[in-house]
């Protein structure tokens, strides 16, 4: 089985600046977000109920393409034993990272599937680490994987690294 599921959003290039403004504009700005340098800056968890069309069109997309992610977590034939149109994303939220800031090792256990679409990524920005495998994304790649497995970033060396990540659960019907 495979650790994670890695496709590429086609009009990444156009989509993506105005996605991290969003995502910068929507920074949470209450006393109660982590001890600076943990984390990186993130929106409200449910960024995806707000409205903001770049959000709206990366998570259509991300929709379509969950069935198909999925199967990379199945058996070794791919023979599929569930509904893979039954995923429903739950939890959407940005984080953009500063220089210095990284992400504790942590996963979203209880839920299905997780995912991290990278809206920015400067040259030097420090990977996601999945189950201790280093998963270097491009600007428009979303990653797919199991919930349950822990997954961090290191201290970023530069500013500026952003992402679109979220929670998806199978609702069987």
């Known amino acids: 089985m495979d650790l994670y599921f890695i496709s590429k959003f ?31 800056r993130k929106t ?16 259509s997309w991300i929709r379509d393409i969950t069935p198909e992610a999925s199967k990379t977590f199945t058996n070794p034939e791919g ?25 504790r090792v942590h996963n979203h256990f209880p839920y299905t599937l997780s995912f991290v679409y990278c809206v920015n990524s400067p040259e030097g920005s420090s990977p996601l680490i999945i189950e201790m495998k280093e998963v270097f994304l491009n600007e428009g790649e979303c990653v797919f994987f199991p919930s349950y497995l822990f997954h961090h970033v290191k201290r970023t060396p530069k500013g500026g690294r952003c992402v679109l990540v979220g929670n998806i659960l199978y609702v069987h019907k």
Not at 25 to 36: A, G
Not at 44 to 59: D, P, Q
Not at 79 to 103: A, I, N, T
């Open 10 to 40: 086609e009009e990444s290039s156009i989509l993506n600046p105005r996605l991290q403004r969003r995502i910068v504009e929507n920074i949470e700005k209450d006393e109660e977000r982590q001890p600076r340098g943990v984390g990186g």
């Open 79 to 103: 023979y599929v034993y569930y509904d893979p149109l039954s995923f429903r994303l739950v939890e959407c939220w940005g984080l953009d990272y500063e220089e210095g800031e990284e992400m």
């Open 44 to 59: 409200c968890w449910n960024f995806h109920t707000k409205g903001v069309k770049e959000v709206e069109i990366i998570l």
